[in-house]
């Protein structure tokens, strides 16, 4: 990555994420933000160094400015949070740096806050980038408190364990982003966030699952079309929920403004809808048709 020693965006030191995750966490504001540090300043500590943090000097410090990349095979991933009210640091911080790198890879503006979108489509447009698709979610959370009071009952035949490499296949066939590449973009998914399955108990069948996303929420959730309209989604929903719960962060996941059924099942558990965010996928430069 060029312009690593002289840019306007430098590393946060892994030791202030902890820091940073507790100014988010105050604001009440961007409920996955404190998970997304956490949860990499987790992942930093093991060894896993596919997602970095950075800021403009200190000014996380004063605002909560901060970008994350996350770089999975097949997709570079680009987190921008702040504090502030004005998008305009954002867009010319994007405008100026040579770290976030537009056109090499497949980028994808990750659970973007509605309140940075006029920003970010500014950068789009004054780099002559091309959007390839944009989804629009909805934000749901419960507090830490109440996913641990979740009660988790398992139809008969049924068991939980955690989801591993061999499981990737039949979740990317599933998942309805799918894309070219895709399934080694679940593999390693899986590898450094992790996962839970429903399992036939005699067959050891794969039925149902749920991932921990990059930003440590609750994504990927899904149950085989055979094995529906049977309360899978919200067993996994209420074990991930307790799981998070229990490292200390509030249970957050993002949900498609039109998936209903999705919608549907969140509410009924007592997830709360706070807001709404992007994810903006652009052309590589050169496939911009």
Wanted: overall charge positive; some cysteine; proline content about 3%.
């Amino acid at each position: 990555m060029s312009g690593k020693l002289d840019d306007i965006l430098v590393d946060i030191s892994n030791e202030y994420l902890d820091s940073l995750a507790d100014i988010y966490r105050k604001s009440g504001n961007i409920p996955y933000a404190s998970s997304l540090l956490r949860h990499g300043k987790k992942l930093i500590d093991e060894g896993k160094h596919f997602i970095t943090f950075m800021s403009s000097g200190e000014s996380w410090k004063q605002d909560g400015t901060f970008f994350a990349l996350m770089q999975f095979p097949h997709r570079y991933q680009v987190v921008v949070l702040t504090l502030s009210a004005s998008g305009e640091k954002i867009y010319d911080i994007l405008m100026k740096t040579k770290r976030i790198d537009f056109d090499e890879h497949k980028m994808v503006f990750y659970a973007l806050p509605s309140s940075l979108y006029p920003a970010i489509l500014r950068v789009i447009e004054d780099k002559a980038l091309k959007i390839e698709k944009t989804n629009i979610n909805y934000i749901y959370t419960i507090s830490k408190e109440d996913a641990m009071k979740f009660q988790v009952e398992y139809p008969p035949g049924i068991k939980s364990a955690k989801l591993e490499k061999c499981h990737s296949n039949i979740v990317n066939t599933f998942w309805s982003n799918a894309f070219p590449g895709s399934d080694e973009y679940v593999t390693a998914f899986i590898e450094n966030n992790g996962g839970i399955g429903l399992f036939f108990e005699s067959t050891n069948e794969l039925v149902s699952w749920v991932l921990k996303t990059g930003v440590g929420k609750i994504g990927l959730l899904q149950t085989a079309q055979n094995h529906r309209k049977k309360g899978y989604a919200s067993i996994l929903t209420k074990l991930l929920s307790k799981q998070i719960a229990e490292g200390g962060e509030n249970p957050t996941t993002n949900v498609l403004i039109t998936n209903k059924a999705s919608i549907k099942l969140m509410e009924k558990l007592g997830m709360q809808n706070v807001g709404t965010c992007y994810y903006i996928t652009l052309f590589k430069r050169d496939t911009i048709p």
